[in-house]
Structures are given as structure tokens and as C-alpha cells.
């Protein structure tokens, strides 16, 4: 598996093949936005319920790399739910450190759920789809084969991810209604990107968020040029899996679509979730007000705080059949997080 390096400040405006080459050069050198902290990170100072959270990290063996897998739950509770969870990035950044993957999985974690996160190969070293997809999905299988350790089956596992992990993870949960593996019990995406062309924007409406985003990930051209590195040829632009608005949704399982307002990828969340209600699935669409792109991985913002609320009564409400009933959460849980200034 290839290195992990995180994402840097402020928009994607290199083309993508040149962030690439500087990726594979080891030429970048690390930044993190407003509202993202460094890594490591003892969370557990402003959010003490994680000090009863274990983790674990496994190598799954996969047909053409090992995927990294670490394992959240919190044994001195019955596990109540379970989730494979899927970090974005862009397919270029990320790893199971950055907030996105961990502080997200001890929150969960922390509310009785059982968490599996994954990491997954990158565009970089010619790495197109379905790469990734199929690292995923090597995840999910052994994910299914060992829920049974927390007492769950795997009809109670979900799948869910952000950015390019929920684009990823809604791939995945395609792939496995068409007979991949056994299909989850919801699915969760956040801010996701899910068509090979960013739907169009209202110009006037574009201008009006662009002008407030402090940090832009992704403007219009960046995301289609992105959209297309990803996918390698052509061909995969059509492709269902890569791109999951394409083709049928109709067997897709229950499906929340979390937004954010001061996003450019909004309009895909946005799209996304109308067509699977126009296809008979099961949706819920949060949107979250005066929130950027990444909410879930910047836990010390007001936007970090609501998108992991969202985000938990999702996963505890569609926990499929046969889960244990939900316990009362200790006094430290019924806390909000940490002070937000």
C-alpha cells in the first residue's frame, strides 16, 4: 500500500497529473486547513468517552495488495451497530490518522457501534479504478466475515464513507446488490461526489458560495479533471460503479446523503439523493448550513459536531434486524464535545 501523505490547503488548482507526480516525487510537503489539527491526536482530552474505546489494525489480504483495516468498539458495552467506514481525499490523501477516519470510527465507536475503517490504494503509481473499489470491497467481505465476533450479522453491516469514501462505499454497495457479496444494511455518504460530471450549477448561486468558501477542495473544472484521472479511460465514465449516480438505483439499501452548503460537490449529494428517491429507495438528505466541504474531518467546528450527530442517529436508526435494543448512554456521552469557540 502505498503512502498516505495528507491533503494541503486551498483549492485543487494544480492539474491533477502534476499533484500526481509531486505525490509520487514525495515533493509534498503537509498543510491542514483551518479547523483540522494535526496527527496524532489524543482525542480522549476533549472527548474522555473515548478512553473506553479499543482499536486494532489488521492487513486484509486482497488480490492485489493488502488493505489496512483498523477496529473500533467499545467492549464494556454490547455492540449495537456496525459500520465499514471509508475516509475521503480525493484518491490522492488520506489514511486511517486523519480525523475523517479515526475521530469519526471513536465517535461511533463510543456510542456502541462497531466500526471497521479502511484505507485503500490511491491514484498514484498508475493506479486507476478499480483499484480502490476493489480494496473496499476486499474490506467489506472480511468485514462480514468476523462481525460475528461483536455479536452482529452481517445483515446488520452498513457501508458508508466521505467525499471520495462515499462515492467509493455507494460503488461497493452497488457492486455487492449485483451479487459481489452479501448487500449492507444502509448505506451513509457524506458530501459525496457521485456522477462522471459535476451537475450543473445556478451561476449566480455558484458565485454567491464561492465567494464565502475559505477553504474551495474542489472548483467545477478541478472535480470533472479529478472525476476523469480517477476513472483512467473514457469507457469507466459510464461505468455504474465508478460513478454510482449511473445506471440502476433502485436495489441501492436505505441511503442518507449528507450536504454541505458551502461545497462545489454539492450538487452531486443533491442530485444523488433526488434520483434515488425517484427510483423508490429510501433516503434521507441532511444539509448543513454555512458548512464547507469536509465537515466530518474537522471535529473542533460547529460543522464537525453536527455532521457526526447526523451521521450517528443514521447508523443507530437503520441498524438492520436482530441488533441488541439501544442503551441509554452514559453521562459522558450525553455530552455535546468539546467547547467550540
Known amino acids: 500500500m502505498s503512502q498516505n501523505p495528507k491533503r494541503p490547503a486551498g483549492p485543487v488548482s494544480t492539474p491533477v497529473h502534476e499533484v500526481v507526480a509531486s505525490l509520487e516525487a514525495q515533493q ?21 468517552r473515548f478512553r473506553r474505546v479499543k482499536d486494532r489494525e489488521v492487513s486484509i489480504p486482497g ?29 490522492l490523501f488520506g489514511d486511517l490518522e486523519m480525523p475523517e477516519a479515526h475521530w469519526v470510527s471513536l465517535e461511533l465507536a463510543s456510542r456502541g457501534a462497531v466500526v471497521f475503517s479502511l484505507d485503500y490504494r ?129 436495489k441501492l439499501p436505505p441511503t442518507w446523503v449528507l450536504t454541505c452548503e458551502l461545497d462545489i460537490l454539492r450538487t452531486s449529494g443533491d442530485a444523488f439523493a433526488d434520483a434515488l428517491k425517484g427510483n423508490g429507495v429510501s433516503v434521507r438528505l441532511d444539509k448543513l448550513a454555512g458548512v464547507e466541504h469536509a465537515a466530518l474531518n474537522k471535529p473542533l467546528t460547529p460543522g464537525g459536531q453536527e455532521a457526526i450527530q447526523r451521521l450517528s442517529e443514521w447508523v443507530f436508526e437503520t441498524r438492520g434486524p436482530g441488533c441488541p435494543p439501544r442503551n441509554r448512554l452514559h453521562a459522558e456521552d450525553r455530552k455535546s464535545g468539546p467547547a467550540i469557540h
Not at 491526536?41 to 476533549?46: L, N, P, Y
Not at 468476523?146 to 455479536?151: E, I, L, P, R, T
Request: aromatic residues 10%; negative net charge.
Open 28 to 48: 509534498l510537503a503537509p498543510a491542514l486547513p483551518d479547523g483540522q489539527v494535526s496527527d496524532p491526536v489524543d482525542w480522549s482530552r476533549d472527548f474522555p
Open 63 to 91: 488480490t492485489a495488495a493488502s488493505v489496512p483495516c483498523r477496529i473500533y468498539n467499545e467492549p464494556t458495552r454490547a455492540a449495537e451497530a456496525a459500520i465499514v467506514w471509508v475516509h475521503g481525499g480525493g484518491y
Open 122 to 250: 490511491k491514484m498514484i503509481e498508475g493506479q486507476h479504478f478499480p483499484a480502490a473499489s476493489d480494496d473496499v470491497l476486499t474490506g467489506w467481505n472480511w468485514a462480514c466475515q468476523h462481525v460475528g465476533q461483536f455479536g452482529l450479522s452481517p445483515e446488520n453491516l452498513q457501508i458508508g464513507g466521505a467525499s471520495a469514501g462515499a462515492n467509493l462505499a455507494a460503488g461497493v454497495a452497488k457492486r455487492l446488490t449485483d451479487g459481489a457479496g452479501t448487500p449492507p444494511a444502509a448505506l451513509a455518504c457524506a458530501y459525496p461526489f457521485m456522477h462522471p460530471e459535476l451537475p450543473a450549477w445556478d451561476g449566480a448561486e455558484l458565485e454567491l458560495v464561492t465567494e464565502r468558501i475559505l477553504d474551495p477542495y474542489l472548483l467545477p473544472a478541478d472535480s470533472d479533471e479529478l472525476y476523469r484521472y480517477y476513472a483512467g479511460t473514457p469507457e469507466v465514465m459510464n461505468d455504474p460503479f465508478a460513478f454510482p449516480a449511473n445506471g440502476d438505483l433502485s
